[in-house]
């Protein structure tokens, strides 16, 4: 006997299809505070049309929880506390994850695309034998995602085929979800045994006082043409100015000028905050990468060819010894 069906259009259908999809977000934190880039995950779990839960880990998140309960498109919050979740090493997290999603069948994983994200989700992604996909910068729909390649001068759209799809974010490419104004319920869920195969044992932070390089609104960055690493003072003191984060091109981190954790580009750190400051970068198409979707770009350089001018929306020709003291002390009036 056949069935009787209700007629739908192509969109409804779609609609009804989008209710079935369950996506799990790891959340990235420690402890304290929440890692910005998660809210920027949340938002593109929400586009995925589903039920969005998010996954915290940790020793003592009490805070963390009461805070991601109240982030808008947040449904669930799903706790696990032990000690063996501290430094959130992804050795220790992954049997995690693979129980929650033993437990909950989510259609989709996804994280931030952090160290934190990029060093965990292919752990899962293997150990459920599927392939992620990484760096995303656009939901098409719950199966189709856009990602960027060749250094982000080229856009390929995926259509993944797995059954559960795991993905990283590109956080500068989603909105943060809005902190205020969600009611997550929350709930526990069981620890999973210790592994035991890595031991968290200390992590030694550059101490700053400045903005977060990833969320700062204002990123002053220098280049090898700073020449050393204590000319990055002139580089810190308009910064401190400016209550902005302080970048550097590869070249710099190379040479031993300023730390790894600063570099912005295609292996560094992705940026797009409201002003970009790049001093003493010549605009090299990996360190565009990181930085080519700022809002305003300046760039200051002595030679007026050099390549970072095409994408600049202010260029200043000059010796940056001589034009960046000038900038700080007019500031300081
Ligand atoms: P340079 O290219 O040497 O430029 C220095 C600039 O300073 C020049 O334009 C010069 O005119 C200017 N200058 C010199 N003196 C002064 C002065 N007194 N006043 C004003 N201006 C002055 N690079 C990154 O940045 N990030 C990455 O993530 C990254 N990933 C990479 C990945 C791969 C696989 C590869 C192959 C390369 C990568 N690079 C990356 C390196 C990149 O190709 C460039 O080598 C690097 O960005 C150059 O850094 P720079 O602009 O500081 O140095």
Not at 19 to 45: D, G, Y
Not at 185 to 212: F, M
Not at 232 to 241: I, V
Request: proline share 5%; hydrophobic share 40%; net charge neutral.
């Amino acid at each position: 006997m056949n069935r009787a069906f209700n007629k739908t259009s192509l969109k409804q259908l779609t609609g009804l299809l989008q209710r079935f999809q369950s996506t799990l977000v790891v959340a990235e934190h420690n402890n304290e505070k929440l890692t910005p880039i998660t809210l920027n995950a949340i938002t593109a779990a929400s586009k995925l049309g589903g039920e969005v839960s998010c996954l915290v880990a940790g020793t003592n998140c009490t805070k963390i929880v009461e805070e991601i309960s109240k982030v808008q498109g947040v449904k669930k919050v799903l706790v696990a506390q032990h000690d063996s979740y501290k430094g959130a090493m992804p050795e220790e997290l992954t049997p995690l994850i693979l129980a929650t999603q033993k437990q909950f069948s989510f259609t989709h994983i996804c994280a931030g695309a952090s160290a934190f994200g990029k060093n965990l989700l292919p752990r899962v992604a293997a150990k459920l034998d599927v392939a992620p996909v990484s760096d995303i910068i656009e939901i098409k729909s719950p199966d189709t995602f856009v990602r960027t390649i060749y250094a982000g001068n080229a856009l390929s759209t995926v259509k993944c085929n797995e059954p559960i799809k795991i993905f990283t974010v590109r956080g500068t490419s989603f909105e943060a979800a809005p902190t205020e104004g969600g009611d997550a319920a929350s709930e526990e869920v069981a620890p999973t045994s210790p592994t035991g195969i890595s031991e968290w044992l200390e992590q030694s932070l550059t101490k700053s006082d400045r903005p977060e390089l990833t969320s700062a609104k204002v990123v002053v960055s220098g280049g090898r043409g700073l020449k050393s690493g204590e000319n990055f003072k002139l580089l810190y003191d308009l910064a401190d100015k400016m209550n902005a984060a302080v970048g550097a091109s590869r070249a710099a981190v190379d040479a031993g000028y300023v730390p790894n954790d600063m570099q912005v580009g295609q292996t560094g750190k992705i940026v797009a905050p409201e002003l970009y400051i790049a001093i003493g970068i010549s605009g090299a198409i990996q360190h565009l990468a990181g930085m080519k979707d700022s809002k305003t770009i300046v760039a200051i350089n002595k030679d007026p060819e050099a390549p970072i001018f095409q994408v600049a929306d202010y260029g200043l020709v000059a010796d940056l010894f001589k034009a960046v003291p000038e900038m700080t002390e007019a500031l300081s009036k």
